[in-house]
C-alpha cells in the first residue's frame, strides 16, 4: 500500500509541477507585445520558424490546461452497434456504385 501512495502522491507533484510551468509559460506569452502585422510572404525564414514554435507553444499550453476528454469506452461500444445495425447491404445482384457511375457517364455522354 506505501508504494501506492508513493506513486499517487508523485502523480499529484508532477500534475501540480505541470500546471504550475503551464501557468507561467501562459503569463509570458500573455506579456508578449502583440506582432507586428506582416505578411507571411514578407518573414524571414528565422522570423517564420519563431511564429511557428509560438503558435505550437500556445497550443500546448491550451491543450495541458484542458486537455481533450477521454471518450468511455461503453459510449463508444453503443456508437459502434448502433452503426452495425444502421448498414444497408445492397441486394445481391444490384449494380456497385462504380457500375452505377459509369452507367450514368455513358448516358450523359449519349445526350451530347
Known amino acids: 500500500m506505501e508504494a501506492q501512495k508513493t506513486i499517487a502522491e508523485e502523480n499529484e507533484q508532477l500534475k501540480a509541477l505541470i500546471a504550475r510551468i503551464v501557468n507561467e509559460q501562459l503569463k509570458l506569452l500573455l506579456q508578449q507585445p502583440p506582432p507586428e ?9 528565422s522570423e517564420l520558424r519563431t511564429l511557428i514554435t509560438q503558435i505550437v507553444d500556445e497550443r500546448l ?52
Open 37 to 45: 502585422s506582416k505578411k507571411v510572404a514578407d518573414l524571414t525564414v
Open 61 to 112: 499550453i491550451l491543450w495541458l490546461q484542458e486537455p481533450p476528454r477521454l471518450v468511455d469506452p461503453e459510449d463508444l461500444q453503443k456508437i459502434f452497434e448502433s452503426i452495425d445495425s444502421h448498414m444497408w447491404t445492397p441486394p445481391p445482384g444490384a449494380p456497385t456504385g462504380s457500375e452505377m457511375i459509369i452507367a450514368e457517364r455513358e448516358k450523359w455522354r449519349q445526350s451530347m
